[in-house]
């Protein structure tokens, strides 16, 4: 059954932690997304990867770091850095051919 | 700088009426895919429908309908016969060629579907 999976779907961490955000695809897509949504707000984009072992910074990159080691695996870290940490995050991939990208269901961070 | 705007925060339409969200962007680029995402209570994105701007005709799926402006850079969704289902955040979003696939998001319509 082939998909995106994202976990876990509610996380919650202490302020000054830093926490690791997983996201995993079947899909065989190259390209991989993680976008940030706040309430009122649009998805922004936190880093993407178009290919294994590469990735670039995306509009809102400052505090949170990722690594692309394995073409299903894109886990991004949300550190101690990043100001207002409290957010849904969202993965999404892409073939690369048409642009058209697939969303997993989402993780909803809550730092305290 | 390239934006997208959606000017509407929240409509509403009744069951079986028709209603047409407004979507507006700009960019510098010739060639770019648009998109109408749509997220229900789930939070789940779904894909609603897409253009490629080369296009001139506008792209439907089954209910679902756009008009595309390329000189005004307007990119309207047009639902038919609203169902209950339909209610859910609708984004509008815009990718360029050439450029890793990002998608540039408008801030979103909230609609409702109302019986």
């Known amino acids: 059954d082939g998909g995106i999976t994202q976990s876990p779907k509610y996380l919650f961490r202490k302020e000054g932690q830093n926490v690791t955000l997983s996201c995993e695809q079947n899909l065989n897509h190259d390209a991989m997304y993680w976008y940030r949504q706040d309430p009122g707000q649009g998805l922004r984009l936190i880093y993407y990867?178009?290919?294994?072992?590469?990735?670039q910074k995306g509009d809102i990159a400052e505090g949170y770091s990722v690594s692309r080691e394995k073409k299903e695996s894109f886990p991004l870290t949300v550190t101690s850095a990043q100001k207002n940490p409290t957010a849904f995050y969202l993965c999404?991939?892409?073939?690369?051919?048409?642009?058209?990208?697939?969303f997993g269901p989402g993780t909803r961070l809550t730092v305290t | 700088a390239q934006t997208v705007t959606q000017s509407q925060p929240e409509m509403s339409v009744q069951e079986a009426e028709t209603v047409t969200l407004s979507c507006t962007y700009d960019?510098?680029?010739?060639?770019?895919?648009l998109f109408w995402y749509k997220q229900p209570p789930s939070r789940q994105m779904i894909l609603v429908i897409r253009q490629e701007a080369y296009k001139q005709q506008n792209a439907t799926e089954n209910r679902f309908s756009v008009n595309f402006q390329k000189a005004a850079k307007s990119f309207s969704l047009k639902i038919s016969d609203s169902q209950l289902g339909d209610t859910a955040m609708y984004f509008c979003a815009l990718t360029p060629y050439n450029q890793g696939g990002k998608l540039i998001f408008g801030q979103g319509t909230e609609l409702s579907v109302k019986p």
């Open positions: 990867s178009q290919i294994v072992n590469d990735f």
């Open positions: 999404a991939t892409a073939t690369g051919n048409d642009y058209e990208q697939y």
């Open positions: 960019t510098s680029e010739n060639n770019y895919y």
